[in-house]
């Protein structure tokens, strides 16, 4: 399974940025898929996740900011991402998660918001 993500970039405070992320190889539309990230010095932290079924999930602190789509045909999660912070400077990272001990992550795409 790979996950390919892209869309990271530098923004400034109070502007948007969309991530994607794309699945390949033994997955499945039925899994969850999300996003997580992670700032210098500290740990890896969930940001979003969505079921096959739409259900979504978000850390407080993006909360009415960022938005989680997907789209099953195409095993594709994106993050919709406004109102940025500079406390949302991170690396961002996909996953996918399924079934016993099925779990994966993507490469990381970086978002730096400037103030």
């Known amino acids: 399974v790979q996950l390919q993500a892209c869309g990271g970039g530098l923004v400034q405070a109070g502007g948007s940025l969309r991530l994607s992320c794309v699945a390949s190889?033994?997955?499945?539309?039925?899994?969850?898929m999300g996003w997580f990230r992670q700032a210098p010095g500290k740990q890896r932290e969930l940001v979003a996740t969505i079921r096959s079924g739409g259900s979504t999930m978000y850390a407080d602190s993006v909360m009415g900011r960022f938005t989680i789509s997907r789209d099953n045909a195409k095993n594709t999660v994106h993050l919709q991402m406004s109102s940025l912070k500079p406390e949302d400077t991170a690396v961002y990272y996909c996953?996918?998660?399924?079934?016993?001990?099925?779990?994966?992550w993507g490469q990381g795409t970086l978002v730096t918001v400037s103030s």
């Open positions: 190889g033994r997955t499945s539309s039925s899994f969850t």
């Open positions: 996953n996918i998660e399924g079934p016993y001990e099925y779990k994966f």
